[in-house]
């Protein structure tokens, strides 16, 4: 197993963690049979790929063993917006490069930095996307890192976007669905619910993101964009 640093990793406001937090508790109240959790959205630009790894990083922080697998693998953001480098030099494999027979499970599964966190990245980009995430290797893939992490967080792409997320959604135990409410409507929401519920996923909850709450009175502070 080879490791990555992360160079870019901004510092996070007390705000973000509570959310992280609140998430968290839910996640784990969710029962102990939900282990792999899969992050979509309705749309792009929503910030899924920074929550899911936010959250993948506070469940880590709370000593958890966690992978976080990069399935965006046709817009993949997580390598350049983290400034992922492997210690010595290699280029960063990913989930592709396993997926099409290139690499094993190990030449592709990272240690990072940050203590009890692991990363599985999208890896190059392909034309075939689709047909390698409903593969029976994805399948075995899931299937072997169950017995090794305590939970896995997955980044898919938007449903609106691609059937990816909907495919993806078969192989975990439930789904949290990522949205921006000023940039989505109640009928894109419900048609993009009811994709995913047609891959027989359970649904978690819904993270509501870019959310400016009002003044709280337990705090009396503002908690910013994220909720």
Do not use: W
Request: hydrophobic content about 40%; some cysteine.
């Amino acid at each position: 197993m080879n490791m990555v640093k992360f160079k870019n990793m901004p510092e996070q406001s007390y705000a973000l963690r509570e959310s992280l937090r609140s998430i968290r508790t839910n996640l784990q109240f969710s029962g102990e049979d939900v282990k792999v959790i899969l992050f979509t959205s309705v749309t792009p630009n929503e910030g899924k790929s920074t929550q899911s790894f936010d959250l993948a990083r506070s469940i880590a922080e709370n000593d958890k063993k966690v992978l976080f697998i990069d399935t965006d693998i046709r817009k993949s953001v997580q390598v350049s917006r983290l400034g992922a480098k492997t210690l010595d030099g290699s280029p960063v494999l990913g989930i592709t490069h396993y997926l099409s027979g290139q690499n094993n499970i190990n030449e592709v599964l990272y240690a990072t930095n940050i203590p009890k966190l692991f990363m599985i990245f999208a890896g190059s980009s392909v034309p075939n996307a689709t047909e390698l995430l409903d593969s029976k290797k994805f399948h075995v893939l899931i299937e072997k890192v169950r017995e090794l992490f305590d939970y896995i967080i997955i980044d898919s792409p938007p449903v609106q976007a691609a059937i990816d997320s909907s495919l993806i959604a078969k192989e975990c135990d439930g789904t949290v669905l990522v949205l921006v409410p000023e940039e989505n409507n109640v009928n894109l929401i419900k048609r993009s619910l009811k994709q995913l519920k047609a891959s027989n996923t359970r649904i978690l909850g819904v993270v509501l993101n870019k959310v400016k709450l009002e003044k709280s009175r337990y705090y009396g502070r503002y908690y910013g964009s994220y909720y």
